[in-house]
Every structure is written in C-alpha cells, then in structure tokens.
C-alpha cells in the first residue's frame, strides 16, 4: 500500500480558521474586513433605529452590531484556511503549552496578572488622559467620547457585560491574538509580533484615551500567548479587565471614577500601585519559567498523521 500523509485536525472552537497564517500584510486585510463589518453593523443600527425607540437601540442594540462587525473577517479567514489548508502548514489557534503548571495554576496566575496590569497601567493611562485632554480639540472629543461611553454602558447591566465582558473577549481575542499574533509569530521576531499585535488591538477602540491601556494589556496578553499558544488564557485576561468595568460603571459611588486614585484616594494609592506592580512582575515572572519550544513561542503546527 501507498504511503499518504493527511492533517490531523483536532476539534477546537477555532480549527476552521487554523491555516490561514497572516503576516503584516494579511493583518491589514483583516483589518480592512472588520472595518467593513464595523460600517454593517452601522448601517443595521440606523435601520434598527427607523423601527424600533432610540431607548431600545441604546440599551440592546450593540447586542447585534458588535457581533456582526466581526463576521466578515470570520468568513474571509474561514474561507482562506480552508483553500490554504491543500497546500500550506496550520498552527493552532488554541495550545495548551503550560511548562511546569496545571491548567487551574496557570489560570489562577492569569488573573493575578490581569489585576497587576490595570494597576500598573493606571499611572500611564492617568498621565495620557491629562496630556491628552490639556489640548482643546481632543478635550471636546473625550467629551463626546465619554457621552457616548455613558449611553452604551447606561443601560441594563446584563446588556453591557454580554458586549463588553463576553462578546469582546471572544471576537477581539480572535482577532488580535488568534489571527494576528499568531500570523506574526510565524513570519516576524517574536518581540515585534507581540508590539505590532498589541498596535492592532490599539488601534481597533479607534480613540487615544482607551488605545493607550489596549496597547499595554495587548502586550502582556501576547506575551501569555506568545509563552502558551493558549487562546483561552487572553481572553480570562479580557474578560476580567472588562468585566471589572462594566461592574464599576454601574456601582454608583465610583461609576464617574476614572482612576483607581479617583476610587481610593491617594492616601492609600501608593501602596496599592506598588502591591499591583509586585503582583504584575511576579505573575510575568511565573510565565517566563514556560519553556519555549520554537522560537515563534508555543504556538503549536498542526500535526499529519501517515497512513499506510
């Protein structure tokens, strides 16, 4: 009998999208897509709007605009994988690359080291949005910005944490993480992978006051992935930073703080900045002991069984 190698397709919630490998190039495409889904989702949204009261459309309406700005960068992936898939190698979009952790350590660690981030983060974010809101213009536009923040997160509580702290999780971690990270991983130096992937994920909130927190958790994020080749891991860290935004927005004693400072005073600031960049580094450290088993990180190749 002949000898006839074929690709082992293990089932995961991504393996329809695990052959197409996008480099710079293709991560502009990407973007090219999303943009397009995101001018759908605008256009449902004036048409939802012609039948349905404005109340509605602000409480529930990003329940289905922000899936779909998402859908034709799905299909254009999909459809690239799977012509792909004849004649070029996959990598997984999901590994499960722990080193000397149990998957419930390494978890428990993620969270950890998402708290430490938003910490550690507060003091940049804090020194942008006064550098930033100091120049006339963009001060009128944080007003605008911060107006339109308050309307889609107003609303019910449910309706803004299915968006912010499920829906974006899993779409966005998709995308910057599973399709561009990982492309990037395999074409490019490991270290500007990580800084271009965390650019993207910047660059999709479209406005300087969050971009700035987006570039800082897309680093460490692409760092957890860079180090594990696991999606799942990035998307607790995303579900937790906005989860813990949602909740805080909606908490009526600190829902206009903008700041951890604003919500504990700055008596007890320091001590809270410093314990939160202990936590940080010590969490980076923990995922540093991950040995890495190729260069582009733990990003694991689709494997091929040979048959006889």
């Given amino acids: 009998m002949g000898i006839r190698a074929r690709r082992v397709n293990n089932f995961d919630l991504f393996s329809s999208h695990a052959w197409y490998v996008p480099g710079v190039k293709g991560m502009f495409g990407l973007l090219l897509w999303f943009l397009l889904g995101s001018l759908i989702g605008g256009l449902i949204q004036v048409l939802l709007m012609a039948v349905m009261p404005m109340t509605v459309i602000l409480d529930y309406g990003m329940i289905i605009v922000y899936p779909v700005s998402f859908i034709p960068a799905m299909m254009y992936a999909s459809r690239k994988s799977q012509m792909n898939s004849l004649f070029e190698p996959g990598y997984k979009l999901t590994s499960n690359n722990f080193g000397p952790f149990k998957w419930w350590m390494i978890a ?5 080291l998402t708290f430490g981030t938003m910490v550690t983060a507060d003091l940049p974010n804090y020194w942008n949005f006064k550098l930033t809101t100091s120049i006339p213009w963009l001060k009128n536009f944080y007003d605008m910005f911060s107006e339109a923040m308050q309307k889609l997160t107003g609303g019910p509580f449910w309706s803004s944490f299915l968006v912010a ?17 990982r492309g990037l991983l395999t074409k490019i130096k490991p270290a500007w992978a990580i800084i271009i992937s965390a650019l993207f994920f910047a660059l999709i909130h479209m406005n300087p006051w969050q971009a700035l927190n987006a570039f800082i958790i897309g680093v460490v994020m692409g760092i957890v992935y860079y180090r594990t080749g696991n999606l799942y891991l990035t998307m607790i860290m995303h579900f937790v930073n906005n989860a813990f935004a949602v909740i805080m927005a909606h908490v009526p004693s600190v829902q206009d ?22 936590v940080f580094a010590g969490c980076l450290y923990a995922f540093s002991r991950i040995p890495l088993n190729q260069e582009r990180g733990n990003v694991d190749e689709i494997a091929l069984e040979v048959e006889q």
Avoid: K, Q, S
């Avoid at 702290?165 to 990270?181: D, H, K, S, T, Y």
């Avoid at 504990?264 to 202990?278: K, R, T």
């Fill in 165 to 181: 702290a499920i829906f974006a999780p899993f779409f966005e971690e998709w995308l910057c993480r599973g399709m561009v990270l």
């Fill in 108 to 112: 428990l660690i993620t969270v950890f």
């Fill in 257 to 278: 703080c903008e700041f951890f400072r604003d919500m504990i005073g700055n008596n007890l600031y320091a001590v809270v900045y410093v314990l939160g960049v202990i």
